[in-house]
């Protein structure tokens, strides 16, 4: 168990204390909630890996009019809270290979921990988007329509396909990983408006 200077409570409220958009909360507590399940499944510090997946994006409310600033701020912000490096490379490493994050563009994820924050924040916007298509239905989600909305480029183009199976090198499947997915976040449906 790794020592963190703030609890998930003072994360939240941390969050809340930035001019955040309610679809960047969800997608924080998305990311969160997968990265606790990877955890799990990992046998690693699933409070370690959930803040980190909460605290991601700990600037983005900040930076998103400057891409060049995300990932970079959050250095800033995170050692006031008294993270440590580890923490905050992690943190950053999501942004690793961005030509728009110049001082991140040639770094490269080596890590299970890093390949699993990209894959899991990455993939928050697939099955979200395929949420809100059937209605916000998440309850009845599967895998294989997901997989179908996964290989169709177009829906929810924006997300990288190549960032989510950045989690197979951490040895587990794209099935497992969407499945795993899909049910912790059905766990929080109420919190992020699905249903």
Same mark, same amino acid.
């Given at each position: ?5 703030? $609890? ?19 997608? &924080?507590?998305? $990311? ?5 399940? =990877?955890?799990?499944?990992?046998? /690693?510090?699933? /409070? ?12 983005w409310s900040l $930076?998103?009019?400057?891409?060049? @600033? ?14 440590? /490096?580890?923490?905050? /490379? ?7 290979? &961005?030509?728009?994050?110049?001082? =991140?563009?040639?770094?490269?994820? $080596? ?18 988007? &395929?949420? =809100? ?34 989690? @197979?090198?951490?040895?587990?499947s794209l099935s497992?990983?969407f499945e795993l ?15």
């Open positions: 168990m790794v020592n963190l200077p703030i $609890t998930r409570e003072e994360a939240i409220t941390l969050l809340k204390s930035m001019p955040q958009l309610e679809s960047d909360m969800n997608h &924080y507590l998305e $990311t969160e909630v997968i990265m606790r399940a =990877l955890a799990e499944r990992f046998g /690693e510090d699933i /409070e370690y890996w959930g803040i980190l997946g909460l605290l991601h994006d700990v600037d $930076t998103k009019n400057n891409c060049a @600033e995300h990932c970079i701020k959050a250095t800033e912000i995170l050692k006031k809270q008294g993270f440590d /490096e580890e923490f905050i /490379e992690n943190v950053q490493s999501h942004g690793y290979g &961005y030509d728009e994050i110049p001082p =991140l563009k040639d770094k490269k994820r $080596t890590s299970k921990i890093q390949y699993s924050l990209i894959a899991a924040e990455t993939l928050t916007g697939i099955i979200y988007s &395929y949420a =809100l298509m059937r209605g916000r239905d998440i309850s009845s989600m599967a895998v294989k329509g997901l997989k179908k909305k996964f290989k169709d480029r177009k829906f929810a183009e924006k997300c990288n396909r190549d960032l989510v199976r950045e989690i @197979e090198l951490t040895g587990i497992e990983f997915a899909i049910n912790s976040i059905k766990g929080i449906n109420e919190q992020i408006g699905l249903n």
